[in-house]
Nanobody, 122 residues
C-alpha cells in the first residue's frame, strides 16, 4: 500500500493550492480518506474527510467554506482544493486512509502518506 501527497508549495495569503494524494494497493471505495495537517509545535489534526464512495464530506471549522475535499476512485486519487489561504494554514499536510468506508467510525487510521509542505505568507 502506498499513499503519496503532493502539490504543496508557497503561496501568498488569499491564494489557492490543490493537493493531490495518489493511493495504490487498496480497494479505494472501501476506505474513507482524510487530510490531516501538522503545524510546527502542534499536534497533527484532521481537517477533512470524505467517505469511501465520495457521498459525504466533513470539514474542521477552521477550513470549512475554504477547502474542498473530493476523490476519484477510478484514478486512485483524493484531492484537497484550498482557497482563501491564510498564514495559519501553514503546515505539513498528510493524506490518510481510514479504517472503513465512513469518516470518524472509531476504527482509526490504517495508512498514512508522506506529507507535503504548504507555506502561506502574509
Amino acid at each position: 500500500v502506498q499513499l503519496q501527497a503532493f502539490g504543496g508549495g508557497s503561496v501568498q495569503a488569499g491564494g489557492s493550492l490543490r493537493l493531490s494524494c495518489t493511493i495504490s494497493g487498496l480497494p479505494l471505495e472501501e476506505y474513507a480518506m482524510s487530510w490531516f495537517r501538522q503545524a510546527p509545535g502542534t499536534e497533527r489534526e484532521v481537517i477533512s474527510c470524505i467517505t469511501g464512495g465520495g457521498g459525504s464530506a466533513f470539514y474542521d471549522g477552521f477550513v470549512k467554506g475554504r477547502f474542498t475535499i473530493s476523490r476519484d476512485n477510478t484514478k486512485g486519487t483524493v484531492y484537497l482544493q484550498m482557497d482563501s489561504l491564510k498564514p495559519e494554514d501553514t503546515a505539513v499536510y498528510y493524506c490518510a486512509a481510514e479504517g472503513g468506508r465512513y469518516c470518524f467510525s472509531g476504527n482509526g487510521t490504517d495508512y498514512w502518506g508522506k506529507g507535503t509542505l504548504v507555506t502561506v505568507s502574509s
